[in-house]
Protein backbone atom coordinates (compact mmCIF):
# COMPACT_ATOMS: atom_id res chain seq x y z
CA UNK A 1 0.00 0.00 0.00
CA UNK A 2 2.71 2.00 0.85
CA UNK A 3 4.26 1.39 -3.14
CA UNK A 4 1.16 2.97 -4.33
CA UNK A 5 0.74 5.82 -2.41
CA UNK A 6 4.35 6.39 -3.06
CA UNK A 7 3.44 5.87 -7.18
CA UNK A 8 0.21 8.00 -6.86
CA UNK A 9 2.37 10.48 -5.47
CA UNK A 10 5.44 11.01 -7.66
CA UNK A 11 7.62 9.63 -4.75
CA UNK A 12 8.43 6.47 -6.36
CA UNK A 13 8.46 5.02 -10.00
CA UNK A 14 5.82 2.39 -10.70
CA UNK A 15 7.02 -0.70 -12.28
CA UNK A 16 6.64 -0.63 -16.32
CA UNK A 17 4.28 -3.37 -16.33
CA UNK A 18 1.62 -0.92 -14.01
CA UNK A 19 2.14 1.95 -15.59
CA UNK A 20 -0.42 2.43 -18.32
CA UNK A 21 -2.56 1.25 -15.40
CA UNK A 22 -1.72 4.14 -12.90
CA UNK A 23 -1.74 7.08 -15.84
CA UNK A 24 -5.33 8.42 -14.31
CA UNK A 25 -3.64 8.89 -10.67
CA UNK A 26 -0.94 11.04 -12.31
CA UNK A 27 -1.09 14.72 -11.27
CA UNK A 28 -4.38 14.38 -9.35
CA UNK A 29 -4.47 16.89 -6.31
CA UNK A 30 -6.62 15.67 -4.58
CA UNK A 31 -5.69 11.87 -4.80
CA UNK A 32 -2.14 12.84 -3.96
CA UNK A 33 -4.25 14.16 -0.67
CA UNK A 34 -5.46 11.39 -0.27
CA UNK A 35 -1.97 9.09 -0.80
CA UNK A 36 -0.01 11.58 1.35
CA UNK A 37 -2.59 11.30 4.51
CA UNK A 38 -2.62 7.53 4.24
CA UNK A 39 1.23 7.54 4.19
CA UNK A 40 1.42 9.55 7.22
CA UNK A 41 -1.50 8.01 9.02
CA UNK A 42 -0.21 4.42 8.83
CA UNK A 43 3.50 5.33 9.32
CA UNK A 44 2.13 7.12 12.67
CA UNK A 45 -0.66 3.99 13.08
CA UNK A 46 2.76 1.85 13.54
CA UNK A 47 4.89 3.92 15.71
CA UNK A 48 1.57 3.63 17.96
CA UNK A 49 1.73 -0.09 17.24
CA UNK A 50 5.49 -1.07 17.07
CA UNK A 51 7.28 1.85 18.78
CA UNK A 52 6.86 1.01 22.83
CA UNK A 53 9.16 4.99 22.28
CA UNK A 54 6.65 6.61 20.73
CA UNK A 55 5.10 9.72 22.43
CA UNK A 56 1.96 11.59 20.76
CA UNK A 57 0.43 14.37 22.42
CA UNK A 58 -2.90 15.89 21.74
CA UNK A 59 -1.83 18.27 19.40
CA UNK A 60 -0.86 15.47 17.56
CA UNK A 61 -3.51 13.46 17.43
CA UNK A 62 -5.53 16.35 16.90
CA UNK A 63 -4.06 17.18 13.82
CA UNK A 64 -3.99 13.62 12.86
CA UNK A 65 -7.54 13.28 13.35
CA UNK A 66 -8.00 16.57 10.87
CA UNK A 67 -6.23 14.74 8.36
CA UNK A 68 -8.15 11.47 8.49
CA UNK A 69 -11.01 13.92 8.14
CA UNK A 70 -9.76 15.80 5.44
CA UNK A 71 -8.72 12.72 3.51
CA UNK A 72 -12.00 11.40 3.99
CA UNK A 73 -14.01 14.19 2.73
CA UNK A 74 -11.62 14.18 -0.29
CA UNK A 75 -12.79 10.37 -0.88
CA UNK A 76 -16.08 11.43 -0.95
CA UNK A 77 -15.70 14.16 -3.43
CA UNK A 78 -14.03 11.63 -5.62
CA UNK A 79 -16.16 8.88 -5.26
CA UNK A 80 -17.11 7.34 -8.95
CA UNK A 81 -14.29 8.83 -10.84
CA UNK A 82 -11.94 6.74 -12.54
CA UNK A 83 -9.06 7.87 -10.45
CA UNK A 84 -10.00 6.62 -7.49
CA UNK A 85 -11.19 3.48 -8.76
CA UNK A 86 -7.31 2.80 -10.15
CA UNK A 87 -6.00 3.94 -6.72
CA UNK A 88 -7.99 1.72 -5.02
CA UNK A 89 -7.60 -1.42 -6.64
CA UNK A 90 -4.27 -1.01 -7.02
CA UNK A 91 -3.79 -0.80 -2.56
CA UNK A 92 -6.15 -3.69 -3.02
CA UNK A 93 -3.50 -5.61 -5.84
CA UNK A 94 -0.46 -4.59 -3.79
CA UNK A 95 -1.79 -5.67 -0.24
CA UNK A 96 -1.65 -9.29 -1.52
CA UNK A 97 1.87 -9.29 -2.38
CA UNK A 98 4.32 -7.91 -5.42
Not at 10 to 29: E, I, M
Amino acid sequence: MKRVCGWATGQSSAPARYRPLLSPLSGDPQLMVIALAFQALQQDRHSADYDHEANFTKPQVLNLIDLASTAIVTLDALKGTAPLQVFLVQMAISSKGP
